[in-house]
């Protein structure tokens, strides 16, 4: 089951486009991973289908509904965006970035209610945050400063959590709290968590759904087992890839890979740009 479909999309920064044409369906209370190398659409991907960035052509339907027609308010109790490297104002503490979530709930001057409370209040316990709920931002470190914007998005109640290379910056330790975070918030409350990843054994660890591209387009979708393949990665990284298994969860794991030379990196895939049906 699909909630979000986008067909034949193409968007960009200027009159060229950066994704072109695209079909794509985001598998309903999973994990979606996005992968691919710099440049090759994942940010602007994630930006359109949330409705940051407009669409130059083909449609995004969520519920069977334009959603360059729903009201700016109304999306925003669908659906939330972390993007990449957030920032805020200074001296904001923990507490206040994450009563910003209840902004689309709210009426009239915009006063928090005991509700708002409640809601922004369980927010913060699930992520782990409700010792910083005083303390500023910049006080906190980057895996903090994660659950925080996390937080935020809990108290937004949305059903769709999208998130921009959320593991940057960010050491191994906090990047696994992060995703182990996202992971149970998917499992214990069936959200659908839509990622853009670099790591790829992240991507395989934590999806349930993966999205290859390359130039823009959709080189493959489908499970960790049916993306994380040596054609697959070869086609998008240029790379010659070992694929084994992950001793813990059995999913499929790049042990070791090099570089191909004396081909061309920059020639057009040529797979079928439409997801693998079957997986969704």
């Not at 940057?168 to 906090?174: M, P």
């Amino acid at each position: 089951m699909s909630r979000l479909q986008a067909t034949g999309l193409s968007a960009g920064y200027t009159e060229t486009p950066i994704i072109n044409h695209l079909d794509l369906s985001i598998p309903d209370k999973k994990v979606t991973a996005i992968i691919g190398s710099n440049g090759c659409g994942k940010s602007t991907l994630l930006k359109t289908l949330t409705r940051i960035l407009p669409h130059s052509a083909g449609s995004i339907l969520l519920d069977g509904e334009h959603i360059a027609k729903r009201n700016t308010k109304a999306l925003a109790k669908d659906m939330a965006i972390l993007p990449q490297s957030p920032e805020t104002t200074g001296g904001l503490t923990a507490g206040e970035l994450v009563s910003y979530g209840r902004f689309p709930h709210q009426r009239g001057f915009g006063r928090l209610t005991a509700k708002d409370r409640m809601i922004i209040g369980r927010a913060m316990e699930q992520t782990g945050t409700l010792d910083y709920n005083c303390r500023p931002l910049d006080a906190l470190s980057g895996g903090q400063r994660q659950r925080v914007w996390i937080a935020m998005a809990l108290a937004q109640e949305t059903d769709m959590i999208f998130l921009d290379e959320p593991t940057t910056y960010l050491d191994l330790a906090h990047q696994l709290e992060v995703l182990e975070l996202l992971q149970h918030l998917n499992e214990t409350e069936e959200r659908t968590i839509v990622m853009v990843l670099h790591d790829l054994n992240h991507a395989s660890r934590f999806a349930d759904h993966i999205v290859a591209m390359k130039n823009g387009c959709i080189v493959k979708t489908g499970t960790p087992d049916e993306v994380i393949e040596h054609v697959v990665l070869k086609e998008v990284f240029h790379i010659d890839a070992m694929i084994g298994r992950d001793p813990r969860t059995q999913k499929p794991m790049c042990m070791t890979y090099h570089l191909l030379k004396g081909e061309n990196t920059n020639e057009k895939h040529t797979t079928h740009n439409r997801p693998v049906t079957g997986h969704a």
